[in-house]
């Protein structure tokens, strides 16, 4: 597990400030920012190569999103990839970090380095945020591709 000091953002609101601030913020699922930065690049699971940057998740909300709530978006964002720490490895943490992108990943996914951690976000966030996505009247999923539920 990561040592890095940041701060916890606690709730949706939180993380919803901070992007306000920036366009240049990820999150990414990992140990944290001390084993990330000791390799500064992602492997892909499914072939073993080394990528050219950290795997995240873009949280800047596009354009195209017009005037509907960014705390939605962010919240959406989360979701998808909140069954990491189930499938993956049950240390798996989601931290907010600034970055350069410097290309796609296998599964489209930004690839990020310069990394600047920011902050961890603690389990409340990932609870509002699967709140949020799942009173919305569309059918929503994570990226999970084994078709498990984190509920």
Do not use: F
């Amino acid at each position: 597990m990561s040592t890095t000091p940041m701060p916890s953002l606690i709730s949706l609101d939180d993380l919803d400030r901070l992007v306000a601030e920036r366009d240049d913020l990820y999150v990414r699922w990992s140990r944290g920012p001390d084993p990330d930065l000791r390799s500064v690049s992602s492997v892909d699971d499914l072939t073993g190569v080394r990528l050219p940057g950290l795997s995240a998740s873009a949280l800047g909300v596009e354009d195209w999103w017009g005037e509907r709530p960014a705390r939605l978006w962010i919240a959406r964002r989360l979701y998808d990839y909140c069954h990491l720490p189930r499938l993956k490895d049950p240390l798996t943490k989601p931290w907010a970090l600034c970055g350069r992108e410097v290309g796609r990943g296998p599964d489209n996914e930004p690839l990020v380095a310069d990394v600047e951690p920011l902050a961890w976000i603690g389990d409340d966030v990932i609870t509002e945020a699967v709140d949020l996505v799942e009173q919305q009247p569309g059918r929503w999923g994570t990226l999970d591709r084994y078709g498990t539920r984190r509920r």
